[in-house]
């Protein structure tokens, strides 16, 4: 595939302008370079390069769930990618929260719970947006690496949610908010459902309300869109699994806030590395796909914000942040007799781990599911399986697993 770019890095691991994958090959049959990546293909030559460079714009569409991400001169794409972050971090957290609470209350020899030594440091994020800020930093030296860019120009999105909730909102009632004079959510959320169940509409004739949460704590957490009203009667019977609520949640602003406290976060921490950043805003970036015809995706945008949005393109990748380790402290399943599972396999299954990428039938996949016996799970990026359960002697291996996978999307 003569299309097909390949990334070259000199003798002294700097990055070198890409090349054709005919050229590559003469460098590879003669001796000249060497692999040192698959995917992206990447080779590393043996001998001195004048290093001729031409000037590459990074375009970086920052984004809670998805970056995308490319690198474009003026009349050609160099490397474009639509890079997909976790979203279990909080319900990881909460679980392993719950289980240590669990654990300090039984009766064990367990030391108690300390809260003055904890001190938080000063610019500190909560997990769930500091794995995403860390993403945002990691993606982009991973292009480094394989490119010499010359220019970041990264899309930081703030979002005005007290307008997004209610435009007609202006003057007092914007600074003073929903909740004031209450002392609490709860009373709140009372006081907006008028004081009445919101699922009899008084029927049960139980004076004691009480408060239900539509989504579960760990995910919704207890912000008034995922609460409502409800009274005991029903609330209990809810939870015996003697009726079922219908109540559905509004759109939640969880992305809208989590960008608005994380984007000065990537653009300092992004500074710090690469002084050559500069900002845009979501307006422009909009005006330049609708004036070029392009459609709404997170790698157009990219292209867009990178300031040559006629590049032509090539291949673009797929890439995914997956966990490190499978944890006991973040599992609550528990077995008969109050035993929780340790559910925690050997790292190795036939000398196969979790997301090694493998052949099988001249398809490329991932490895998302093993079992002792030998039998895998393979799917793609995109979430498409390929096959549930395969013969661990069917598979050929292509790259070992990580955190960050990727693959090509032809």
């Known amino acids: 595939m003569d299309y097909l770019l390949v990334y070259v890095i000199n003798k002294y691991n700097k990055p070198l302008m ?76 909460t679980t392993r929260k719950q289980n240590r609470r669990l654990r300090r209350n039984r009766k064990i020899r367990y030391r108690k719970a300390r809260f003055l030594n904890r001190k938080k440091k000063k610019g500190w994020l909560a997990p769930s947006i500091q794995h995403k800020v860390d993403s945002h930093v990691k993606i982009i030296n991973f292009t480094y690496k394989i490119l010499p860019v010359s220019k970041i120009i990264i899309e930081l999105a703030s979002f005005d949610i007290q307008k997004i909730k209610n435009q007609d909102i202006s003057g007092k009632e914007y600074q003073q908010g929903e909740q004031l004079d209450f002392w609490n959510v709860r009373e709140y959320v009372l006081f907006r459902d008028n004081h009445t169940c919101q699922h009899c509409k008084g029927k049960s004739k139980d004076k004691i309300l009480q408060v239900h949460h539509k989504e579960s704590r760990k995910t919704g957490g207890n912000s008034p869109d995922n609460l409502i009203t409800v009274c005991k009667t029903c609330h209990e019977n809810h939870h015996n699994n003697k009726i079922t609520f219908n109540f559905k949640r509004n759109s939640t602003f969880r992305d809208a806030s989590h960008m608005n406290i994380m984007r ?17 805003y979501g307006y422009i970036t909009k005006t330049i796909r609708i004036n070029n015809n392009l459609e709404k995706s997170h790698i157009i945008d990219a292209r867009c914000i990178s300031g040559n949005s006629l590049a032509k393109e090539d291949i673009i990748y797929l890439m995914k942040q997956v966990r490190k380790n499978n944890r006991r402290l973040h599992k609550s399943k528990i077995l008969k007799g109050g035993i929780r599972k340790n559910n925690k396999s050997v790292r190795y299954v036939k000398d196969y781990q979790l997301f090694d990428k493998v052949l099988y039938n001249k398809q490329e996949c991932f490895i998302f599911g093993r079992r002792i016996s030998g039998q895998f799970d393979l799917r793609k990026l995109n979430g498409t399986i390929i096959n549930r359960s395969v013969n661990y002697k069917k598979l050929k291996l292509l790259e070992c697993g990580n955190s960050m996978l990727i693959e090509r999307n032809c």
């Not at 000065?264 to 845009?280: A, E, G, N, S």
């Open 18 to 93: 890409p090349c054709k994958s005919s050229k590559a090959r003469k460098l590879l049959k003669q001796g000249k370079a060497k692999v040192i990546k698959r995917t992206p293909f990447t080779i590393q030559l043996l001998y001195g390069s004048s290093g001729y460079k031409q000037e590459i714009n990074l375009g970086v569409d920052a984004g809670t769930k998805h970056i995308g991400l490319s690198a474009t001169t003026k009349e050609k794409v160099l490397f474009e990618a639509d890079m997909q972050l976790r979203i279990d971090i909080v319900n990881l957290l």
């Open 264 to 280: 000065w976060f990537i653009y300092d921490k992004v500074k710090d590395y690469y002084p050559q950043v500069k900002l845009t």
